[in-house]
Each structure stands twice: as C-alpha cells, then as structure tokens.
C-alpha cells in the first residue's frame, strides 16, 4: 500500500493550498475567474502536486543512501533529512501560492490597463 503516502500527500497538499487561499482572503483570485480561471488553476495545481509527489518519491528512495550524519535521528526521532524534505516541501506550496497570485495580478493590470483604454 505504497500508493496511500502519495494519495495522502495530494489531499493533504490540496487541503493547505485550498485552505491558506480561504485563510488569505483570497478566495476569489483563486477561484473567481469563471470556468477557464478554474481550470487554469487545476492545471497549475496538479504540475504542483506533481512536483510534490517527485520530491517525496525520491525522499523515500534516497533514504537509505543517506550519509549517517545527515540521516541519523536523535533523541526527538528527527534527522536533518526530514527537515529538509519538510522545508522543500513548504517551499513547493509557497510557489505555487505566488504562481496563482501573480497570474491573477496579471489578469487585473491586463483589465485596468483594458478599461483605461490605453
């Protein structure tokens, strides 16, 4: 049952990405673009849990071939390699949070600019 960690990091990857644009305000940057702004940001979203899929795929197949100070655990059970999978792992959600951000920047010079009539 391999397949439940990578199962359970897209639900849990879309959850933060769902959740923090809920928490920011920004609901409707994200999902208010009518039907081509949602599947815009499907398709952003699934290259993004992509992306997290690999990182934790390859987290889980470079753990043994690990150097033995990187990857041994002290008293608290943590190693320097889960926190750095962790912190890339962040590092993923906060670019795909700017990504959509910045597409919907884009659209709202593009309709200033638009409604201006320059």
């Known amino acids: ?3 439940a960690v990578y199962a359970t990091l897209c639900v849990a990857y879309t959850i933060v990405i ?7 305000g920004k609901w ?3 999902f208010g673009g009518g039907s081509s702004g949602i599947a815009k ?9 992509l992306v997290a899929v690999l990182l ?3 987290a889980l197949k470079l ?6 100070w990187l990857a041994s655990r002290g008293g608290d059970a943590w190693s320097w390699y889960h926190v750095l999978v962790i912190a890339l792992l962040v590092g993923v959600v906060m670019l ?10 884009k659209t709202e010079t593009q309709a200033t600019t638009i409604s201006q009539g320059r």
Do not use: C, T
């Open 1 to 3: 049952m391999r397949w």
């Open 18 to 24: 769902v959740g923090m644009a809920w928490a920011n």
């Open 28 to 30: 409707k940057d994200y």
């Open 41 to 49: 940001l499907v398709q952003i979203h699934i290259g993004f849990l």
């Open 56 to 58: 934790l795929w390859l």
């Open 63 to 68: 753990a043994p071939a690990m150097p033995e």
């Open 96 to 105: 795909e949070q700017w990504w959509i951000e910045k597409g919907s920047r």
